[in-house]
């Protein structure tokens, strides 16, 4: 029995097709700088040298913060240190009535989106100036000026949402697309099977976009998974799927848009799997040389998205040392009159823990509101 058993069991990866895009990798970028005009993109100049911008603003951000963490100022942060190449880009492709559904790393689509690097560094410190009113944790920013849903903490939930948002688009004839962001780790979640599930029944126009940065906080890929790649998952579940270069942001911007333009045709879901690395901590409450060696590290460092962006720009002409040098001084001094702009602004109001609740306030909420407000105030710190 065991034997005739086994004569039905088969490896289906690899019945793949040679160059099937679920096991390859989407590179754009050369080591010299070029392009490969296979694969390239043709971004527009000024889209390079935004993609530039946007990716060194959050660099310098990213290690703002941090900072301020370190120094007791803000009491939480998740930073991208690594992974800039895939949020950039997303922002970059997305129309104006397109959503996102992040996870840990994709805050900055919004920025790339118009939201106001003030109101994100508020977010932060959660005081008044954040749209949130100081009731998210830090890294969670969202926006409904720009269609981005804040993520939670739990693995993998917001998949699904993204796909019911999606589902939502198709029935109301929508010419919008929603993007949900994922980890590695959260493909092995139950979330992500019912996303995809439905996402492929229904052919909504979703883009569903796993950051695979090799490492499920402490958990490394190949623990979590035995699949050869993520990308090979989309394949069970009738979702055409491409494998991408993820710290080459030309690659990542092909991908992002062909994706978006099949769903815009109504040819349903695309699953992502950008490959790409987190250099730093997984957020500041880890410490990753307990489970990662300094040679990986310093290996994926020689992959940089930022280093290999920059080459290009030199390459095509669009960058040189004193653009560079006048950049850094202009989004240094950016960030810097943001964090004293917002980190001098009051707590928010503590009678506004009761809006937003309901449309009209119950009796209830509005006599409890009364009697906080006869306590005297906290004193301020």
């Known amino acids: 029995m065991a034997g005739d058993a086994m004569t039905w069991l088969h490896d289906p990866v690899a019945e793949l097709p040679a160059g099937a895009p679920e096991l390859g990798l989407l590179t754009v970028l050369r080591a010299d700088g070029s392009a490969d005009p296979s694969t390239d ?3 527009p100049r000024e889209s390079l040298s935004r993609a530039y911008r946007e990716m060194r603003r959050l660099r310098l951000l990213d290690v703002r913060m941090i900072l301020l963490q370190r120094q007791g100022r803000v009491g939480f942060y998740g930073a991208c240190t690594g992974q800039e190449a895939v949020p950039i880009a997303t922002g970059l492709v997305l129309g ?7 996870a840990l790393r994709e805050q900055s689509v919004m920025l790339v989106r118009g939201f106001p690097l003030r109101a994100f560094v508020a977010q932060v410190f959660g005081n008044s100036g954040d749209v949130q009113k100081g009731r998210q944790m ?12 804040s993520w939670s903490s739990c693995i993998g939930p917001q998949i699904p949402q993204a796909v019911g948002a999606a589902w939502a688009m198709k029935l109301a004839r929508e010419k919008a697309v929603a993007v949900g962001f994922s980890g590695d780790g959260a493909t092995s979640q139950p ?14 126009p979703a883009i569903i976009l ?15 998974t035995a699949a050869p790649t993520i990308a090979v998952k989309g394949r069970a579940y009738g979702v055409p799927a491409v494998r991408v270069d993820g710290n080459d942001v030309l690659a990542m911007y092909r991908a992002v848009r062909d994706a978006r333009a099949r769903a815009l045709a109504g040819e349903g879901p695309t699953f992502i799997e950008a490959v790409t690395y987190r250099i730093g901590a997984h957020s500041t409450s880890d410490d ?10 310093e290996a994926w460092k020689r992959k940089d998205p930022l280093d290999r962006l920059a080459k290009h720009m030199r390459h095509v002409g669009l960058l040189d040392d004193a653009l560079d040098k006048a950049l850094e001084e202009e989004l240094t001094a950016e960030i810097a009159a943001a964090v004293k702009e917002v980190e001098a602004l009051p707590a928010p109001d503590r009678a506004s823990i009761f809006d937003d609740v309901y449309a009209e306030l119950p009796w209830h909420l ?5 009697e906080l407000m006869r306590a005297p105030a906290a004193p301020s710190h």
Request: charged share 20%; proline share 8%.
């Open 288 to 297: 990753p040389t307990r489970y990662r060696s300094d040679a990986e590290v």
């Open 96 to 102: 104006q009535g397109d959503w996102v559904f992040p």
């Open 210 to 224: 796993c950051q695979n940065n090799h490492w499920s906080i402490s958990v490394p890929t190949s623990r979590q």
């Open 366 to 370: 509005a006599a409890q509101r009364e």
């Open 41 to 43: 993109p043709a971004m």
């Open 191 to 204: 979330d992500f099977h019912a996303a995809m599930t439905f996402a492929a029944r229904y052919r909504v």
């Open 138 to 149: 830090p890294s969670h920013q969202s926006g409904r000026a720009v269609n981005q849903v």
